[in-house]
Each structure stands twice: as structure tokens, then as C-alpha cells.
């Protein structure tokens, strides 16, 4: 089986956002063909005390268009909740293509970026890129 990075595709689905910003609520298209799944990992950074952020999940047939929102895929921060994470796991896709999407964000949120992890590929993923992954982890530990 090997480690974790071996087994899985990660990607950096939508870049980090400072607070204050407005645009862009989508991030990335990801191609579900041949995993298992999708799992969105997106970092809530410093907020104002009432502020908070919802992660949810689109999809769609092809990276046309703005697709629709995956029912039931929703997570919310809780407000003023810095430095936390939240995580939204698409298991098995009904459409081929799933992409982060926040639907909330307080004036005051930082996004820290969303990495989009897909998972249970038939095939093992291809050497992950250098524009996602600064560097080949230093140390793998086995518990043997």
C-alpha cells in the first residue's frame, strides 16, 4: 500500500485570499475520473469576532459553465473561529468534475487555501507537481 502520499492526488484547488477581498468564490475544477472520491481541505485563517466561512461543493459534467451545488455538502466555520480548518469529503461523485466553492466569507475572513486530496484511484496518481508541492517529504516513518 505504501504511505499516505502514495495513494493519493493532492492539488492546491484554490489559492490563499486575504481578508477584505471579494471575487472569486470558486476554485478549481477536479477531475473525479477513477477515484473513489474527493476530500477539501480549506484553512480559515485570522476573522473578525462574528465572522465566518461555509465551504461547499459543486459539480458538474464538464469545467463549462458554473455547475450546481452538491446537495448536502456544506460545512460551516463557527464565527470568529481563527486558524481552524475545514474539511468537506465528496465520496463517490455523481458528476465527473467536483469543485470547492464558498458560498460565505466574512469581510474579515483569511482564507489560508483550499488542497483538494482525491483518493481510492485505480490508478496511482501521477508524480504530484512542483507548483502544488514545494518539496518530497523528508521522512517517512514506518511503525514496525
Known amino acids: 500500500m505504501g504511505n499516505f502520499s502514495d ?10 485570499v486575504a ?15 477513477g477515484c473513489e472520491g474527493v476530500c477539501f ?9 462574528t465572522d465566518l466561512m461555509t465551504l461547499q461543493a459543486y459539480h458538474a459534467t464538464s469545467t463549462t459553465g458554473t455547475g450546481a451545488a452538491i446537495n448536502g455538502a456544506s460545512v460551516s466555520s463557527v464565527a470568529g ?13 455523481l458528476k465527473r468534475y ?10 474579515n475572513v483569511e482564507l489560508g487555501g483550499i ?24 521522512l517517512v516513518v514506518s511503525g514496525t
Request: charged fraction near 20%.
Open 115 to 138: 488542497m483538494a486530496y482525491q483518493y481510492g484511484c485505480r490508478k496511482l496518481p501521477v508524480t504530484q507537481s512542483t507548483t502544488t508541492r514545494a518539496a518530497a517529504p523528508d
Open 41 to 49: 481541505v480549506a484553512n480559515v485563517g485570522t476573522c473578525g469576532s
Open 98 to 107: 467536483v469543485q470547492p466553492y464558498i458560498s460565505t466569507r466574512g469581510a
Open 19 to 33: 481578508s477584505g477581498s471579494t471575487g472569486k468564490k470558486g476554485g478549481d475544477w477536479i477531475d473525479t475520473l
Open 81 to 93: 473561529a481563527d486558524d481552524k480548518f475545514l474539511m468537506l469529503d465528496i465520496y463517490k461523485p
Open 7 to 16: 495513494n493519493i492526488r493532492g492539488t492546491l484547488a484554490f489559492a490563499p
